[in-house]
């Protein structure tokens, strides 16, 4: 009985619509999954006559169908094969992110590492309502960062070498945003236009587009669901060190003053001075770690 009331205490534990049977979430933080705690997810549905396993939008592993009766069992298998129950109540939940350098040649920033620490501090910490937070690289934003509670975005910021560039147009033609062009054999960029995602860094024949240390944005009280809603720029610094200092005050912030069973991005404006808390972050920061406030 013990194991059972540990495992609805954890969250991951689904009513399906027939309440005889239940879905497991696993935790998943960034979405990384070993091979082998994969063969034992696909081993144990097997056993349990489980035709399919669903990967969700929140770079977890559900498993549906378990009959209600056979929960218990079957999650001490799971936590047995080193899987571990996600969350998905009222607290910080799983940490989705991109592959980032470990793999994408787009990427400004090691995204997955930066998700594993900010997992290993706050996963499934209780919050007065539900905390969703996500990194992208890149403003690709392929983790659709800006929508969650707290978003990161990586950033590169772009600049010229003046006197030696060719105006050779290679940036031009790989410029998305349309923010760079050719004058009078010069390369003239738009600032208003850029969005720092580096690409014409990398698409520099001769490396004389170079770029400041990588940047991470990091927006709050965006929101998925029937009203969603971007997230508002709150500040952009130049360090890992700066970014969770940043996540530790927000966090701190929330827990001290959301109202509890509220969604957190409706309390903007009202419980939650955004304003305030964002004019004064830059003072919890190292000297010269603010990019933009």
Known sequence: MKTKSRIYEMGGVITEADGDYCTLRLRLPAGIVTPDQLIAVGQIAQKYNIDNVHLTTRQTIEIPHIKVIQ??????????????????????????????????????????????????????????????????ACPNACTSETLNEIGITGL?????????????????????????????????????????????????????????????????????????????????????????????????????????DVPIVSQIGKDLNFEEFKANLPKKLPPGSVVAA
């Not at 607290?91 to 980032?100: L, R, S, Y």
């Not at 009078?184 to 698409?203: A, F, H, N, P, Y």
Request: with cysteine; aromatic share 6%; proline share 2%.
């Open 71 to 136: 929960l218990e069992e079957v999650s001490r298998e799971l936590l047995a094969s080193g899987h571990d129950i996600g969350a998905e109540r009222a607290e910080v939940v799983n940490i989705t992110a991109c592959p980032g350098t470990d793999r994408c040649k787009l990427a400004n920033i090691d995204s997955l590492r930066l998700a594993k620490e900010i997992d290993k501090r706050y996963f499934r910490k209780d919050m007065p309502g539900k905390m969703r937070i996500a990194i992208s």
């Open 156 to 260: 590169r910021n772009p600049i010229r070498e003046n006197g030696t560039c060719t105006g050779c147009g290679t940036c031009v033609q790989f410029c998305r945003e349309n923010a760079i062009e050719v004058r009078d054999g010069r390369i003239v960029m738009d600032k208003k236009l850029c969005l720092e995602c580096g690409t014409c860094v990398r698409s520099c024949l001769y490396g004389l587009l170079q770029s400041e240390t990588a940047a991470y944005r990091i927006t709050f009280g965006g929101r998925r669901g029937r009203h969603p809603k971007v997230g508002m720029h709150l500040i952009t610094v130049n360090s890992e060190e700066a970014v969770l200092l940043v996540v530790d005050a927000i966090i701190d912030w929330i827990y001290r003053f959301a109202r509890l």
